[in-house]
């Protein structure tokens, strides 16, 4: 990956792609399940997203080999989804990106009250 690519996130775009295609092998019940796993995941990613696609990547895979062994979408993810990207992204309640933003702010700010009470 190049500096552009990366700078336009042109290889996330190429990457999401191959995605898609891989999806649309996938029977109709897989196919719905991925959208929401891809609505709920993205709240844990960084900025740019990049640390998503490993995992992504990898749930696909996982969607793939059940499909191929004939199971449900149940058997494979559970009956909770958001509960299945929350244990991808490491635990419930890990930080997502706005938490991040959320604490530098609040450091920034408490730093500069320190500094005006000086």
């Known amino acids: 990956m190049n500096f552009w690519e990366q700078i336009t996130g042109s290889d996330m775009t190429k990457e999401m792609k ?10 109709d019940d897989y196919q ?3 959208e929401e796993i ?17 995992i992504l990547d990898g749930v696909l895979g996982l969607l793939e080999e059940g499909a191929a062994d004939g199971e449900s979408v149940q058997e494979v993810l559970g009956g909770n989804i958001k509960g299945f990207c929350a ?32």
């Not at 933003?101 to 500094?115: F, V």
Request: hydrophobic share 35%; no cysteine; aromatic share 12%.
């Open 87 to 118: 244990a991808l992204a490491g635990e419930e309640g890990a930080k997502s990106y706005r938490d991040k933003w959320r604490e530098q702010l609040n450091r920034t700010i408490a730093k500069k009250l320190g500094k005006q009470e000086d």
């Open 38 to 54: 891809n609505a709920n995941i993205w709240y844990y990613s960084d900025f740019t997203g990049r640390n998503l696609m490993p």
């Open 32 to 34: 719905a399940a991925w």
């Open 18 to 27: 191959a995605f898609e295609l891989r999806i649309k092998k996938l029977p």
